[in-house]
């Protein structure tokens, strides 16, 4: 079983809260079995537009075609002003044309795949994201199990703080361990039961 993990922080280098959990949740995702890819969106060259493929330099197509060969998908996301990041966004705006084949009454190309969500922040925001995440999930066919979300809001992953990875960690063990392991068994247990 494969997962992937749509890494949405905005920081191409130094420390990333987000990177880090997804980097928590890849390993509970590991513990279980599943082999688990993070594609940091911020280090590819993802051009705007709402078709699989937007020409030449674009990178897009390569991700999808690994999105098409998971069988778990995770859009990991900061919070930035109430809402997923840019990098997100432009995941759920380039898979427009998948949408666009369902509205055609195509089968969805993401159909019998199952969804997670992870969001890292500092105070509230984290409920719209899920909203607005499972609300896309759902139009384009990818199955939302119950307790497949993990969210860690943390007045120490606010901009700026200083926070070492090794905290990080440490809080997401401690805390969190319970939620990522519920997490990685409904998605699991999920994609079971669609290739059965």
Known sequence: M????LLGTLKREGLSNTEVLSEFLAQTFKKQ??????IKLVQHTILPGTYSNM???????????????????????PIWWNNQSSEIQRVIERLDELH??????????????????VITGDSDGAQHIIA????????IGILLPPFATLSVLWEKQAKGKDTTREELMEKYNKEYA??????VKQLVKYSSSKSS
């Open 2 to 5: 494969k997962a992937v993990i």
């Open 33 to 38: 079995g599943v082999d688990c890819k993070i």
């Open 55 to 77: 020409g030449a330099g674009d990178e897009w197509p390569a991700i999808l075609e690994q999105l098409l060969d998971s069988d778990i998908i995770i859009m990991a996301s």
């Open 100 to 117: 666009d084949e369902i509205l055609e009454g195509k089968e969805s190309k993401l159909a019998g795949k199952t969804g997670g969500i």
């Open 132 to 139: 607005n995440v499972s609300n896309f999930y759902n139009a």
């Open 178 to 183: 319970d939620t990522a392991d519920k997490m």
